[in-house]
Structures are given as C-alpha cells and as structure tokens.
C-alpha cells in the first residue's frame, strides 16, 4: 500500500499533464497544416471558377451569385498562370455606377476580411473590417479610405473591376495577399475571404467627397 500511494500523484499529474496538452493542442488546431489547407481551400474556388468560366464573356455580363476568376492585375493574361495568380470573386449585389476605379486612384469600401473557415470560426475569424453590423448596411457602417496602389494584390485587382455601389465576396490566394510571413494576427500562407463594397471613386487629381 506503502508503494501504491506513492503512485498515486504520479499518475495524477500524468493524467492532468495529457488534459493540458489536449487542451494545448486543441487551442493550435485552427492553425495546424495551415499552408496546405489554404492552397486547397482555394483550389477548390479555382475548380468552382474554371466550370464557369466559358459562359461569360466579361465581368459585366456575369450574373449576381456566380463565382468567377480575375487574374492579377500584374501579370499578362495571354499566358497561363496557377490558381496562386488569380483572385476568385462572387458578385452579392451589383451597384448601378458604370466606372471602375484605375490603379492611381482612391476609393471609400466597405470592407470585412475573414481567414478561411476553421474548427473554432466556422465562417472565418475576423482578421480586419469597417463594418460596424453584422451585415452590411451603408446607413450605419462608414466606408474606409483607400488608395488602390496600396490595398494587397487582390482587393486592387479585384476593385478595378468594380464600380460604385458593387458588393462583392473576393477569395484571395496568399500570393494575392500578405503571402509567406505573418502579418500581425494573420499567419503566414493564409487565404484571404474578403467582402468589399465600392461606395466612392476619387480619380487622380481628385478629392473623395469629406465626411
């Protein structure tokens, strides 16, 4: 018995040690295999994308609630590139502007940006927005001012297909995004989801409206 008791606590904080480490590990699930899961979530977007592709001859034309694929800005479009080179986008409500902002200008977005979908955030943890609601709703949330040029890869590219009133839901490889290092609460090699809103266009030389 002697022997016995002295097995006891051992046992115990064996025990107490595996629960912590499960709960450890659970904490870093969200994150495990985490290049791997992204480069898939948007192969998988790219797939959805190319069976459209072949019905639409232009952005304008492509009806609301359809994915479809716009090629970086950067990059020449008579050849071929991976699913890295693209940002996949679905028009949610189409606005009734009729211009697209240029690379030199500035723009006022709604904007909500989301990590794909997880364990723990099953739409996708927050990672940076304007809004103020759950949805958008241009009475209460105020759009954000931004320079094209310096918004990442594939909001740019994105944006300059869009006009004033647009919302759109963008997924963005990391080679469109902030691509292999950290930034702040975003890992390295994470897909982007964004949600966009196109409120106001200010060309060069011009000012946006003050608020």
Same mark, same amino acid.
């Given at each position: 018995?002697?022997?016995?008791?002295?097995?006891?606590?051992?046992?115990?904080?064996?025990?107490?040690?595996?629960?912590?480490?499960?709960?450890?590990?659970?904490?870093? +699930?969200?994150?495990?295999?985490?290049?791997?899961?992204?480069?898939?979530?948007?192969?998988?977007?790219?797939? @959805?994308?190319?069976?459209?592709?072949?019905?639409?001859?232009?952005?304008?034309?492509?009806?609301?609630?359809?994915?479809?694929?716009?090629?970086?800005?950067?990059?020449?479009?008579?050849?071929?590139?991976?699913?890295?080179?693209?940002?996949?986008?679905?028009?949610?409500?189409?606005?009734?502007? *009729?211009?697209?902002?240029?690379?030199? +200008?500035?723009?006022?977005?709604?904007?909500?940006?989301?990590?794909?979908? *997880?364990?723990?955030?099953?739409?996708?943890?927050?990672? +940076?927005?304007?809004?103020?609601?759950?949805?958008? +709703?241009?009475?209460?949330?105020?759009?954000?001012?931004?320079?094209?040029? /310096?918004?990442?890869? /594939?909001?740019?590219?994105?944006?300059?297909?869009?006009?004033?009133?647009?919302?759109?839901?963008?997924?963005?490889?990391?080679?469109? /995004?902030?691509? *292999?290092?950290? @930034?702040?609460?975003?890992?390295?090699?994470?897909?982007?989801?964004?949600?966009?809103?196109?409120?106001?266009?200010?060309?060069?030389?011009?000012?946006?409206?003050?608020?």
């Amino acid at each position: 018995m002697k022997r016995l008791s002295g097995i006891i606590p051992v046992l115990t904080a064996v025990v107490l040690l595996a629960f912590s480490s499960c709960k450890e590990t659970k904490e870093f +699930d969200d994150h495990a295999n985490w290049q791997q899961r992204n480069s898939d979530f948007i192969e998988a977007k790219s797939i @959805q994308c190319d069976l459209n592709s072949q019905a639409y001859t232009d952005v304008e034309s492509i009806p609301v609630g359809t994915m479809f694929k716009l090629l970086s800005f950067k990059l020449d479009s008579e050849k071929n590139f991976g699913s890295g080179s693209y940002v996949y986008c679905e028009k949610i409500i189409k606005g009734n502007g *009729t211009e697209s902002p240029q690379y030199t +200008d500035s723009v006022r977005i709604n904007y909500r940006a989301r990590l794909i979908p *997880t364990d723990n955030y099953p739409e996708g943890q927050v990672v +940076d927005q304007s809004f103020k609601t759950s949805s958008l +709703d241009p009475s209460v949330n105020i759009p954000a001012s931004f320079a094209v040029s /310096g918004l990442i890869d /594939g909001v740019t590219t994105a944006l300059m297909h869009m006009c004033c009133g647009d919302y759109w839901k963008l997924y963005i490889p990391y080679d469109m /995004g902030y691509g *292999t290092k950290d @930034q702040g609460i975003i890992p390295a090699y994470s897909a982007l989801i964004f949600e966009v809103n196109l409120t106001e266009i200010a060309h060069t030389g011009e000012d946006l409206s003050p608020r």
